[in-house]
């Protein structure tokens, strides 16, 4: 048994998964061996979600089925409703929000017993979004929105969000956002959603804990960093590139840039430019994306991208989230959404031929401690 220490377990390999595939030396992202640029641009999120859990691409009968089957569980109880304004009342941040709302949903669900992965995962991943739109417009003391059960995953949360159907731009912007973020091999919050999968916990379980894992700041969290350093750009009055050169003489990190896999521009990152010029010609407002161009085209100048630190998928998504008008704290929510679904895929695939995760530390301590009884210490 080797006794070589990996760090943050990395390189280190513990699965094998048909699910997908980062390439970061050329910036490649496939989903079942779709490229994501030909899934984003072409398939809605909901065939996405068939693709990562039955293993194909539906076909119009067995999409109208699967949208059919998410829609009609979009509905939360009541009492996990309430406790959500309570929460929203409270003053506690989305992503926590989220997490309890998610674990309360457990109590809810009758047929949970035994019923299966994606059977749960499917109730799971309908009603994130209405409890997270519901979250949103408690904060701004308004009535949450009943789900549409005519409208797509993506069009139905900004309704619910808003209380409008979205335009069109806006509704296939947002869907292309949950296709690119639904899954991205074993990072932090898928592994810690198999990590507990495979101990034959239920969904419920899973996707709690991957929410916590991509609470934190060096997970889920870079795309609001990113909106909050192009707020302070803008507050600055300086030039997006003389204030990122200040930043950086003052050796602070240029959030949205670099990646533990990608050497490259994360493709993810080249789609949602793109999106972000659409909705920038669509209302006419190009602020962020001049300063998004800008400063990549300035640290590129300064050699990063051949050092390996290039665009990542965050440096995008925030700008086009607020866009779109949503509130910064809730891209990371959001990023929860459309991970959902990569993450029972995962736990499905995973628990197909199941053993229970148990990594080993390598132990530091006193090798001989002398035990002294309490009356004598």
Known sequence: MSNELKRGLEGVLVAESELSHVDGEVGKLVYRGYDIEELARG????EVLHLLWHGSL????????????????????????????????????????????????????GDAEGEGVLAEGARITAKIPTVLAAFERARQG??????????????????????????????ETFDMALTLHADHGLNAS?????VIGSTMADVYSSVTGGIGALSGSLHGGANQDVMEMLHEVDASGKDPVEWVRDARENDRRIPGFGHRVYKVKDPRARILE????????????????????AIESH?????????????NVDFYSGSVYDAMGI???LYTPI?????????????????ADNRLIRPRARYTGPEAAEFVPIDER
């Not at 069009?155 to 806006?170: I, K, R």
């Not at 898928?190 to 198999?194: G, K």
């Not at 640290?299 to 665009?311: C, F, H, N």
């Not at 990023?335 to 628990?351: D, K, L, N, T």
């Open 190 to 194: 898928t592994f810690t959603a198999l």
């Open 43 to 46: 398939a809605s999120y909901e």
């Open 274 to 293: 793109g999106k972000l010029r659409d909705l920038a010609d669509s209302s006419g407002d190009r602020k962020w994306l001049e300063y998004t161009t």
């Open 327 to 329: 509130p910064m704290d």
């Open 58 to 109: 539906p076909t119009r009968a067995e999409l109208d089925d699967f949208r059919a089957e998410l829609a009609a569980e979009r509905a939360v109880d009541d009492e996990v409703l309430s406790t959500v304004r309570t929460l929203a009342d409270a003053g506690d941040r989305p992503m926590a929000a989220l997490r309890t709302a998610v674990s309360m949903l457990s109590a809810y669900d």
């Open 335 to 351: 990023f929860a959404m459309s991970r959902v679904g990569g993450w029972i895929a995962h736990v499905h695939e995973y628990q």
């Open 142 to 171: 308004e009535a949450a929105v009943d789900p549409d059960p005519d409208l797509s995953h993506a069009g139905n949360f900004l309704y619910m969000l808003t209380g409008t159907e979205p335009d069109d731009v806006s509704e």
């Open 299 to 311: 640290l590129a100048d300064e050699g990063l991208v051949e050092k390996g630190i290039a665009p």
